[in-house]
Structure formats: C-alpha cells, structure tokens
C-alpha cells in the first residue's frame, strides 16, 4: 500500500504543475503578443524605408527627366530658333525696302521667333535651376524671384538678410528650391495676391523657409488639405518627407496664407 | 439501460466525461476539419476516443473489465496525437522526430502491457499498465511544448487566442501534464481485488478531461478551412 503522505504529496505535486502549466501558458499568450507588436512594428519601419527608397528613386528620375529636356530643349530647339532668327535677319536685309507689308510681317515673325527663345530658356531655367548648384540656395532664390517680379502689380520679397546660408547637400538644396517654386506658384494661380513674401532662415540644426501672401487664402486644416490638396501640394509632402521635412500652414492676421517649412540639417 | 442510468447516478462526472468528448467533435465535424491535413487525425483521435468511451461506458455498467479498451485507446490515441503534431510542426527535420517516438512506445507500451499482465487470458484481471500513460503524457507535453517554441519563433498568426491550433496544443498540454503525476496509481487504483481508491485523483482527471475538451471545443469554433495558415 502507498503512503498516505507520499499519496498527499504526489497530489499537491499534480496540482502545483497543473496550476504552473496554466501560468505558463497565460504568460506564453502575453509574451506572443508582445513579440508580434514588435514584429509588426519592424515590418512597419522596413515599409517605410521601402517607400521613402522609391520615392527618392522617383524624385530623381524625374530630375534626371528633366535634366534631359532641358538638355534638349537647349540643344536641340534653342539653336534652331536662333538659326531661324538669323535666316530671318538675313532675309530681312536681302529685302531692302523698309516699311512694306513683307518686312513688316518679317519683323513679326523675327519678334515672335525671339519671344519663343526667351520662353524656351525660361522654361530650361526652371527646368534645371543652374544657380542653385553654381551659387547655392540664397542666389538661386534671389534669382527665381527677380524673374516673377518682372513687370505686373505682383510685389515678390525675398528676405535672407544678416543670414549666412551655407551650402548644403543638392538633395536638401534642390527640395527647397523645388518646394518653394511650387508654393509661390499655387499662391500666383490660386491665391489671388499682390504681395509674396519669401524668408529663408538657417538655425543650427534646420533650414527654415516661409512662404507668406496675402491673397484668399485656402482651408488649412490636415484633412482638407489631404482631401481637396492638388498633384502641388502632396507633391511638396513627398519631396519633404525625403529630407525628414516638414510643412505647416496658417492664415497670417485675417487673410492670405503662410507656409512653412522646416528641413533638419547636420549640425555646423 | 437500467444499468446505465444507475451507473451514471453512481459515477456522474465519469459519464459526463464520456459525453464531453462529442462537444469538439461536433464542432470540428461542422468545421469540416476532417478535410485538413492536420485537423484530420484530431478529429479521427477525438472520433476514436467517442467510439471507445460509449463502449467503455456500457461495459463498465455492466461490471465487465474495460482496461483493454484503455489501453487500446491509449496506442490509437497516441499513434492520431502523434500523426497530428508531425503535420503542425514547421521544420522538416523536426516532423520525422514524432515519428520515431511513436514508434518506440508502440514497443514499449505492448511491453508495459505485458508486464503488467503476465496472464494476458485473463481477462477479468486485466490491470492498468505501470508506465506507458506516464510516457504518453511525457511524450504529448514534449511536443506541444515544441510546438509553443515553433510558434513563438515564426509568429504563424496575428492574434494568438483566435488560431485553433494554440486551443488544441495548450488543452493537451494542460491535460497530460496532470497525467505525468497521476497516472502511476492507476495501476493500483483500477482493479478488482485490493483497489487503491483515491477518489481525489479521479475527480482530478475527469476534471481536467472535461476542461480539455471544452478548450479543444474553443479552438475548433476559430477552425476556418479555407483561411487557415497556422500549419504547412
């Protein structure tokens, strides 16, 4: 016959593994859970990465696109229309009587042949800002804004003053560039303005730049923003969301819109 | 049918045991488990275990010996267990590994039998092995405990209490490893002459054998054929 207290023991032995099997079980769940969250988040960080990778492809591909029609539209257009404006001037001279109707429609054709060259180098500057890598952010952006200045009641300021912009990567360079040709080209097709005003800032660990009108003004809210927000707007996202930049927008006093803009830069 | 009743007045979780075992049956069967590559021999053990139970149940209320039927069950039993892990574990060289252990207490259980049995015609005294219940337990706690590590490794599911194959692997986990410690005296519990009656260790066993097919039950309700990603 067994023992009683070796029977009383094996007993509470069985129950003590039982109850030890439940806990282990309840802290097995617990544990698979937490591992699954912290797997989840990395497959989340790597998707992120993923995607901030093709998007960087994407912007790139598509300066090097632009690169090439620049390229060509230079190359190619640019010096037909100047031989075209030299046969013109050649003809013009091989006419020989000033103030007929031929030479006054010939006059035409020379101006409208040098206004398509003007347009055509307007359009290779923007298609590739040459400044900007030359000279850096401050000039091109001078630049940009002596260009949309000219002529008309549109009043563009550009304030940088007492500000030593250093260079930085072509990657951060380009991006604001881009980001801030895109703002003032929404303000001048869709805000209405008179006035632009452009402050480009540098603190120690960002750039920061600011993109002020006083035109209509749009609803500012995120969600607005996500829903009506144009190809311009998101495109400007993307671009930032490259460099781990950032945009917000307010209404400055009662009217008009202020973008701004942040980029994180190495420390000087 | 008098016999029966009076057996199930005399022996109430006993029977209720007996018919707990349809509850993840059913569900399976209504699942359509019998359809998957793993669930099948679950659902054959649970199918075989049915059978063997009513008819265990019917002979012992007629006062005849039905150790040969548990022992029966026990090698079925395993030998479906054992079918059930091979198809849930991932790596390939842990499947076969089952396999051999199957083997080995096909052998040693016949062995356990025999010991335990010298006179193997008589059946009237026919007793409970000494060791081959314990080993069964041992075995089955070892798989499932693999099978956590697997899981717990290769994070199969998204949500862990809603994938059968956790329920199932956890209620058998749960269930033998209270067989390890009692399972020894049933040997000495399960006879005719000079009995060893230690009512607590069979309320235990019952016990658990009911909350072990009630989390089975819970495990077959998640089962979705088409869906099911958590085995090969």
Redesign the interface.
Known sequence: MLDPAKLQWAIALAMSGMLLMALFVIGFVIFYQRRQLAQEKRVNELDRQHQKKLLETALSTEEAERRRIAKDLHDDIGTMLSLTKLSLNQLEQSLGNPGSQSQQTLQNARSLVEDTILNVRRITRDLVPITLEKFGLAVAIEAFVGQISQGGDLRVYFNCEGEEITRQSRQIELTLFRVMQELVNNALKHAECTEIEIDLHKLNDRLELQVTDNGRGFDITGAAILAKGGLGLRSIESRLSVVNGSIKYETPGTKGTRAHVRIPIELS | MEALLQYSQRYPLEVVAVFSVLLPLLVFGYKRAYAHPSYRYLWFYLLVKTLLGFIMLVLAAHTQNTIWLYHLEILIGFTFITYFFSALIQRRIARWVPGVFLVFFWIFTLYDISVANPNLTDWHNHATVFYAHTLQSIFISAFALYY?YE??RY?PT????TDTSFWCV?SL??YH??H???TP?MH?MFKWNNR?D?K??IL?GTS?EIIYLILTSIGAFFFHNKTYAGSR
Request: proline share 0%; charged share 5%.
């Open positions: 956590l899981t717990l994070l998204e949500n862990i209490l956890s986990l749960l490893s209270i390890v410690i009692t005296f000495y060893l230690i607590l260790i235990m658990f």
